[in-house]
């Protein structure tokens, strides 16, 4: 199924780039366990290249945009998979209960061209793969700062919120290879696999958290909680359980989210005062890419005046989990004011949560 794999540069477009983002995404799902969706990306991979019609493989095919930094495969595999939960397309259930010796291609044709008015708008905007499993990268960071001598009490701004899950983070408890963080029993529990030094133990105090999303999702609502599951990688069934967690904590009290780009967003955060003896963070996980680059400079520069102001009782940290494709894998850079030179890999992490290995290298945001 998968072809072997080369690097591809995720901002690249133009023809034969639209193939090679399936490719990609291909090996990047088969990489981190999530078989079915490689399969699902691999059939439409193979509908493009056999040049299969219609007016929603048309417009993919001939996509304008960065096919891989849009994640173009994952907005048509959410779009299926969608269907797949809704049971509208009955045939898709021989790919989502892994039977093998199908036709995988001929089944996604079929319910593509039946279900076309439907699928389209997904490709509209980038999946919202909101997944609570990365909050313990976040919680690392937290403790990896502490260390460095931060204020241990952290004021948490995200941006690419989505449904604001990893903005619940202090409801959740951590086993972060052996050092327990947060409450208990807590909303959720996460013990990924360690690898590596535990981190250091300290004791930390999330004072505030708020987050902002260009499209923000109401877990409350089971229609858009319905398309965030739909982005959810099928043979993760974890993951489902801890949606089900999530939209029963929002029930209790909503996160603090707002309809905000995210270079709006952080700008305006920046400058509203910042308490002393806390540690204001900002975070973000596999969001960078969607972020429009004239937004990720305003964010960079907003974020190096801030850190050129700030202070040892006032110190700004900034935590990005995002993916590294070569790699197959997601590493949290985490850079840090009044120091701010260069961001330190702190973690490399299974996508969702899995495992965790502690420690790495220079590196810049």
Request: charged share 20%; proline share 7%; hydrophobic share 45%.
């Amino acid at each position: 199924m998968a072809k072997d794999y080369q690097f591809t540069d995720i901002t690249a477009s133009g023809p034969g780039m639209v193939v090679a983002a399936f490719d990609n995404q291909v090996a990047y799902c088969s990489a981190s366990g999530a078989h079915i969706t490689a399969r699902i990306c691999a059939a439409v991979r193979d509908l493009l290249e056999a040049g299969e019609g219609g007016a929603l493989l048309d417009r993919v095919r001939g996509w304008t945009g960065a096919p891989l930094a849009d994640a173009l495969p994952l907005r048509l595999a959410g779009g299926l998979h969608a269907l797949h939960l809704k049971a509208a397309a009955p045939a898709l259930t021989a790919i989502y209960d892994g039977r093998e010796g199908i036709d995988d291609a001929a089944i996604v044709a079929a319910a593509i061209h039946a279900h076309e008015a439907e699928l389209l708008p997904w490709l509209d905007g980038p999946p919202q793969t909101n997944e609570a499993g990365r909050s313990s990268n976040f919680i690392a960071a937290m403790l990896w700062l502490a260390d460095k001598g931060l204020p241990p009490r952290f004021e948490c701004l995200e941006i690419g919120s989505s449904a604001g899950i990893n903005l619940m983070l202090d409801r959740y408890h951590y086993d972060l290879g052996g050092v327990q963080v947060g409450p208990e029993p807590g909303a959720m529990r996460f013990t990924p696999e360690w690898q590596g030094d535990p981190p250091p133990d300290h004791r930390i105090e999330i004072a505030s958290t708020r987050g902002c999303d260009v499209a923000p999702v109401d877990l409350t609502d089971p229609d858009q909680a319905l398309r965030l599951k739909a982005y959810i990688w099928p043979e993760h069934t974890v993951r489902f359980e801890r949606m089900a967690a999530a939209i029963a904590e929002a029930a209790k009290r909503k996160p603090d989210l707002v309809e905000m780009n995210a270079a709006d967003f952080v700008e305006a955060e920046l400058a509203k005062p910042q308490a002393a003896g806390t540690t204001r963070m900002l975070m973000h996980s596999i969001v960078w890419q969607y972020v429009p680059a004239d937004q990720q400079a305003r964010v960079t520069a907003a974020m190096e005046a801030a850190g050129a102001r700030a202070t040892a009782e006032r110190p700004l940290a900034w935590v990005a989990l995002e993916a590294n494709r070569v790699l197959h894998i997601h590493e949290m850079v985490v850079r840090y004011w009044p120091v701010g030179e260069r961001g330190e890999v702190v973690t490399r992490a299974h996508p969702h949560g899995a495992w965790i290995g502690w420690g790495g290298s220079e590196r810049t945001i």
